[in-house]
């Protein structure tokens, strides 16, 4: 095959090519997904801390995320719970963007729009704050919310 | 013959979902939610488009169905927030919640200008999430190393 002047073409398979962007991140997150499921960030020093803790010594909302994941891929629903209850509610809503996303690319359309009122976000909004508040005041009902 | 179900007013569209009428400068339909655009039915234009190529040659179309869907960025600002890239994810979940609110009323050029800003705000939480990391594994690697070095 002659080669044409100029850049080259780079044609991918067809599901690749309506693909390659969900494939990228398939690729990139599967082995952290592994390596969440076998070691358990909470004793393992293979896991970055969380810059804002290291910081502040205050938890932010993101705090107990990755051992909470490893909770979950281990199958411990309550054990995640305690440790990031705003993580294990938002997966979700994640992967249904995600799948929307995948629809996209694949068919041209979107999944139907969710929480389209802006209130729904005002309310996650004001749920993420309380939550970041809430786990930081060491009192017995409520630290249960810290990771 | 039966005109009850044409509407009358030019610039009445409906939810190509579940049918309902909904207002010209809606960004979504107020009874199942969908963002309104894609493939909206406009009765009166849609007989006057099919019925000839003058459309071709005139201006452009100021009606475009695909430009009322602007994405919030909500769940890549939610992402950026758990995993921990410091309250910028919390500044682009306020963005997302701004965008939806010019959107339900009509903004669409400043519910783009929003979309823009969450989208950055999400792309500079994960860059900074990122240079977090890259900097654990260099740690890694460099007490590896000492460990190494001190043991062999």
Same mark, same amino acid.
């Given at each position: 095959? #002659?080669?044409?002047?100029?850049? =080259?073409?780079?044609?991918?398979?067809?599901?690749?090519?309506?693909?390659? #962007?969900?494939?990228?991140?398939?690729?990139?997150?599967? =082995?952290?997904?592994?390596?969440?499921?076998?070691?358990?960030?909470?004793?393992?020093?293979?896991?970055?801390?969380?810059?804002?803790?290291?910081?502040?010594?205050?938890?932010?909302?993101?705090?107990?995320?990755?051992?909470?994941?490893?909770?979950?891929?281990?199958?411990?629903?309550?054990?995640?719970?305690?440790?990031?209850?705003?993580?294990?509610?938002?997966?979700?809503?994640?992967?249904?963007?995600?799948?929307?996303?995948?629809?996209?690319?694949?068919?041209?359309?979107?999944?139907?729009?969710?929480?389209?009122? =802006?209130?729904?976000?005002?309310?996650?909004?004001?749920?993420?704050?309380?939550?970041?508040?809430?786990?930081?005041? =060491?009192?017995?009902?409520?630290?249960?919310?810290?990771? | 013959?039966?005109?009850?179900?044409?509407?009358?007013?030019?610039?009445?569209?409906?939810?190509?979902?579940?049918?309902?009428?909904?207002?010209?400068?809606?960004?979504?339909?107020?009874?199942?939610?969908?963002?309104?655009?894609?493939?909206?039915?406009?009765?009166?234009?849609?007989?006057?488009?099919?019925?000839?190529?003058?459309?071709?040659?005139?201006?452009?179309?100021? $009606?475009?169905?695909?430009?009322? $869907?602007?994405?919030? $960025?909500?769940?890549?600002?939610?992402?950026?927030?758990?995993?921990?890239?410091?309250?910028?994810?919390?500044?682009?979940?306020?963005?997302?919640?701004?965008?939806?609110?010019?959107?339900?009323?009509?903004? $669409?050029?400043?519910?783009?200008?929003?979309?823009?800003?969450?989208?950055?705000?999400?792309?500079?939480?994960?860059?900074?999430?990122?240079?977090?990391?890259?900097?654990?594994?260099?740690?890694?690697?460099?007490?590896?190393?000492?460990?190494?070095?001190?043991?062999?």
């Amino acid at each position: 095959m #002659k080669e044409i002047a100029g850049a =080259p073409q780079w044609v991918l398979p067809g599901w690749l090519h309506n693909h390659w #962007k969900p494939a990228m991140l398939a690729l990139a997150l599967s =082995p952290c997904v592994a390596a969440l499921v076998v070691r358990d960030p909470a004793d393992s020093g293979l896991f970055p801390p969380c810059p804002f803790l290291t910081l502040t010594g205050l938890q932010c909302p993101g705090c107990g995320t990755l051992r909470g994941l490893h909770q979950l891929l281990n199958g411990h629903l309550i054990a995640a719970l305690g440790l990031n209850i705003v993580m294990v509610l938002a997966l979700p809503f994640i992967a249904y963007s995600f799948l929307s996303m995948l629809a996209l690319n694949g068919t041209g359309r979107r999944l139907p729009t969710v929480f389209v009122h =802006p209130a729904w976000i005002w309310l996650l909004l004001g749920g993420i704050i309380l939550f970041w508040v809430l786990r930081n005041i =060491p009192v017995y009902p409520i630290s249960w919310l810290a990771a | 013959m039966s005109t009850e179900q044409q509407p009358s007013d030019p610039s009445t569209r409906f939810c190509r979902d579940c049918g309902e009428r909904v207002q010209a400068e809606a960004g979504f339909c107020s009874r199942c939610g969908r963002a309104i655009g894609e493939g909206q039915d406009r009765p009166a234009d849609a007989a006057e488009t099919t019925t000839g190529s003058q459309h071709q040659a005139g201006p452009p179309f100021t $009606y475009n169905p695909v430009q009322t $869907y602007v994405n919030n $960025y909500l769940a890549q600002a939610i992402l950026v927030t758990i995993f921990c890239c410091l309250p910028l994810g919390i500044v682009a979940i306020v963005f997302a919640a701004q965008v939806n609110g010019k959107l339900a009323s009509g903004d $669409y050029a400043g519910a783009v200008s929003t979309s823009n800003t969450a989208k950055l705000l999400c792309w500079i939480s994960f860059g900074i999430g990122l240079a977090v990391i890259v900097l654990w594994i260099g740690v890694l690697c460099v007490g590896l190393a000492v460990a190494g070095w001190a043991g062999g």
